[in-house]
């Protein structure tokens, strides 16, 4: 289906005109009549294919439609950059319609909180929040939700797994019953489906294999040692030199370690942790977005909520204990159906990791040889206790790389305190990639 086949107000047609869209992905193919029609909606659709515009896009239109004052949409997400990012989106879609939004998180200053209060004292089309934030506002008694018509769970099962469902309950009774709700979703385990019997009436569902990575993501693995991933990465980053590449791992103490290593051999890079404070991330991806740096080393904060253009390679340092998480993470690549690439080091205590991601994935991931220059790698054998390895093996690399920390930490905490000094400079109008996602 194509956008200029829809049936929307000439605003909203100027706005996707504008940004040259032309085909809907699946899921808002899916989505958008039955959301327009005043349905609510459980749908399930793989990281990167269009969730934020499948639902914004029909509420807006039936915003159009049915003009009132007061709030009219609360959008609920679990992290404060997918909110920031679906603030952008709207603000694209609704620049020739003056529809007006706010976004709600925690970890901004006291004019920041006043704000968000004076938006939802006065009013405002759309309300895009963190379930903490919001139920600080609401338990100070001034939120006013009872011109609400549109409810959205964005990444509901992110949101469960951070343990908000007593706040995703708390705020739900304190909304209008008469309402179109709508839950968007990576996957579907059980909890979700209790969450949507209690929240959503006579639903329609939308299922896209949402536990399968985008065809279009070429994904390569190697099996090494742990002490030899530093070896690994640095040739693996000199071969997709010039490119956008995330860097996951597992702990955020790594990151600032990952991130000074990689500076001391002259490869600049923006380091991300929940350590970090809004400002310092969001520098890191407006960094990033616009070029000025091209590798970010991060933890699964960003494994979600953030569209950026060309990201060309996903590099997994640390495989992920949860598989879901593995899918998510190289979603961030191949985004609306543009080729991507995702390589993962597995080492040897990893290996079960990696077996439940096969699992999920119902595939055998090949594993390729190491490069050149490199010795044994472990046996990839699940379920049997990994050997160890010959005494002086590659143990050097281990030795250098443990000598390190204290640097590392050092000039992670400069980059952090550097990051403070640059705010990031919000657009009224973000790129179409932005908007398209």
Do not use: W
Not at 252 to 269: A, C, D
């Amino acid at each position: 289906m194509r956008f200029d086949e829809l049936t929307l107000h000439d605003c909203l047609h100027e706005a996707v005109e504008s940004f040259g869209f032309e085909e809907l992905t699946k899921i808002q193919a899916e989505t958008f009549l039955p959301v327009v029609d005043g349905h609510d909606i459980m749908a399930c659709s793989q990281t990167g294919s269009g969730k934020t515009v499948a639902f914004l896009l029909p509420i807006m239109e039936r915003m159009l439609r049915f003009p009132k004052n007061g709030i009219r949409a609360l959008i609920i997400a679990p992290t404060r950059e997918l909110c920031l990012q679906i603030e952008e989106q709207i603000e694209g879609l609704a620049y020739f319609s003056n529809q007006s939004s706010i976004a709600i998180y925690g970890g901004n200053d006291q004019q920041g909180f006043g704000d968000q209060k004076n938006a939802l004292v006065n009013g405002v089309d759309i309300v895009v929040a963190t379930p903490g934030r919001l139920i600080s506002h609401l338990n100070l008694g001034y939120a006013d939700f009872s011109t609400l018509d549109f409810l959205v769970l964005d990444e509901a099962d992110e949101m469960l797994d951070m343990g908000f469902y007593p706040d995703i309950m708390k705020i739900v009774k304190q909304l209008p019953e008469k309402r179109q709700s709508l839950m968007f979703s990576a996957t579907m385990p059980a909890q979700i489906k209790k969450l949507a019997e209690q929240i959503l009436v006579e639903p329609k569902f939308v299922d896209l294999n949402f536990s399968k990575p985008a065809a279009e993501i070429d994904q390569k693995v190697y099996m090494v040692y742990e002490n030899d991933k530093m070896k690994l990465l640095l040739q693996t980053l000199a071969e997709h030199k010039g490119e956008k590449v995330i860097i996951f791992v597992g702990k955020k103490q790594s990151v600032g370690e990952i991130s000074s290593f990689l500076r001391m051999n002259n490869l600049p890079n923006r380091p991300i942790n929940s350590n970090f404070t809004q400002e310092e991330r969001e520098n890191a991806v407006l960094e990033f977005k616009s070029g000025k740096t091209s590798i970010i080393v991060t933890t699964n904060l960003l494994s979600r909520g953030i569209d950026i253009d060309n990201v060309n390679l996903i590099l997994n340092y640390d495989i992920p204990h949860k598989a879901e998480d593995y899918v998510h993470r190289i979603g961030r690549t191949a985004r609306a159906g543009k080729d991507g690439l995702a390589i993962s080091f597995i080492g040897e205590k990893e290996i079960e990791h990696f077996a439940r991601i096969e699992k999920l994935l119902e595939r055998v991931v090949e594993k390729s040889p190491l490069p050149d220059g490199f010795g044994e790698a472990p046996e990839y054998a699940p379920g049997k206790k990994p050997s160890r390895r010959r005494h002086g093996d590659s143990h050097r690399g281990g030795r250098r790389f443990s000598g390190q920390r204290k640097t590392a930490s050092k000039n992670a905490e400069g980059a952090s305190k550097d990051a403070k000094s640059r705010r990031p400079h919000h657009r009224r109008r973000p790129n179409k990639e932005a908007v398209r996602n």
